[in-house]
Nanobody, 124 residues
Framework: VQLQASGGGLVRAGGSLRLSCAVTGGTFRTYTIAWFRQAPGKEREFVSAIRHTTGSTHYAESVKGRFTMSRANAENTMYLQMSSLQTEDTAIYYC??????????????????WGPGTLVTVSS
């Protein structure tokens, strides 16, 4: 399984970006899909996920109401629409797939495959 994220870039605070992640290999619809991010000097943190079993979407508190995650099973692609971006959102964003249980949906080690990341920089 291979993942390739795109859509990162430089944006001013308050702006928007849309990230995409194309997944090849495996059976996309059978995976829980997720976005994580890692800011300089910080650990990788959970951003959002969509469970393959229920279709439910989960967000970190820091992005709720600003980010929207979606998946297109027919296209084997996941998206992250980011709005009202803040400087604190600056990070490398990674897409990942796995089959975590609900209680571990935000756990990095529960995801099997990762993309190489795409850089999002939010300027003030």
């Amino acid at each position: 399984v291979q993942l390739q994220a795109s859509g990162g870039g430089l944006v001013r605070a308050g702006g928007s970006l849309r990230l995409s992640c194309a997944v090849t290999g495996g059976t996309f619809r059978t995976y829980t899909i997720a976005w994580f991010r890692q800011a300089p000097g910080k650990e990788r943190e959970f951003v959002s996920a969509i469970r393959h079993t229920t279709g439910s979407t989960h967000y970190a508190e820091s992005v709720k109401g600003r980010f929207t995650m979606s998946r297109a099973n027919a296209e084997n692609t996941m998206y992250l629409q980011m709005s009202s971006l803040q400087t604190e959102d600056t990070a490398i964003y990674y897409c990942a797939v796995g089959r975590p249980i609900l209680s571990a949906i935000a756990t990095v080690s529960m995801y099997y495959y990762w993309g190489p990341g795409t850089l999002v920089t939010v300027s003030s």
